[in-house]
T-cell receptor, first 112, second 112 residues
Framework: EAGVTQFPSHSVIEKGQTVTLRCDPISGHDNLYWYRRVMGKEIKFLLHFVKESKQDESGMPNNRFLAERTGGTYSTLKVQPAELEDSGVYFC??????????FGSGTRLTIV | EDKVVQSPLSLVVHEGDTVTLNCSYEVTNFRSLLWYKQEKKAPTFLFMLTSSGIEKKSGRLSSILDKKELSSILNITATQTGDSAIYLCAVHGSGNTGKLIFGQGTTLQVKP
């Protein structure tokens, strides 16, 4: 079974630019989650999709972040415009049942 | 607010030592506590502890949930250099979305 795939693995962009992160969940997993770890802090929840619907987006930091999951398959997380405090590692996870997760390897995002 | 606290934040031991990692939590409507190991990439699942499964063991790793003290420990016996990693504790947050609340993690370094 293929795992959760995220790309790019690393991204370095300038402040004010736009970046789009992608997550391909395990096939058949309706639940898809985005998390973020900023330097020195714990991993924090961003949002949860069930199929293509946003179930909980309470962790999204502000309206510069836009997540989509068209067709209930892969998901994208766009940051526009990027700010320095957006730097961190963005993890995606998928689950068939909301309780057992498989995480992706993460995208390390650096804003300079 | 749901909260997970891990201790210590970092630990250095020598091969063959036994280590105990701690996790305490405050969460409304506790469902389960999870331990993950994170090396360079994706957090990988170790154990899930619930009210009906408070003790788990796999090889040299074991974990216990103390429902009264709202805490858990992760024990690693006869440590090896390959055990060097960040160990993450997480609990499922309030509600039914499967959202995870993470602790800061414990960075374990095992020296030869």
């Amino acid at each position: 079974e293929a795992g959760v795939t995220q790309f790019p693995s690393h991204s370095v962009i300038e402040k004010g630019q736009t970046v789009t992160l992608r997550c391909d969940p395990i096939s058949g997993h309706d639940n898809l989650y985005w998390y973020r770890r900023v330097m020195g802090k714990e991993i924090k929840f961003l949002l949860h999709f069930v199929k293509e619907s946003k179930q909980d987006e309470s962790g999204m930091p502000n309206n510069r972040f836009l997540a989509e999951r068209t067709g209930g398959t892969y998901s994208t997380l766009k940051v526009q415009p990027a700010e320095l405090e957006d730097s961190g590692v963005y993890f995606c996870a998928s689950s068939p049942d909301r309780w057992s997760y498989t995480f992706g390897s993460g995208t390390r995002l650096t804003i300079v | 607010e749901d909260k997970v606290v891990q201790s210590p934040l970092s630990l250095v031991v020598h091969e063959g030592d036994t280590v105990t990692l701690n996790c305490s939590y405050e969460v409304t409507n506790f469902r389960s506590l999870l331990w993950y190991k994170q090396e360079k990439k994706a957090p990988t699942f170790l154990f899930m502890l619930t009210s009906s499964g408070i003790e788990k063991k796999s090889g040299r790793l074991s974990s216990i949930l103390d429902k009264k003290e709202l805490s858990s420990i992760l024990n690693i016996t006869a440590t090896q250099t390959g055990d060097s990693a960040i160990y993450l504790c997480a609990v499922h947050g309030s509600g039914n979305t499967g959202k995870l609340i993470f602790g800061q993690g414990t960075t374990l370094q095992v020296k030869p």
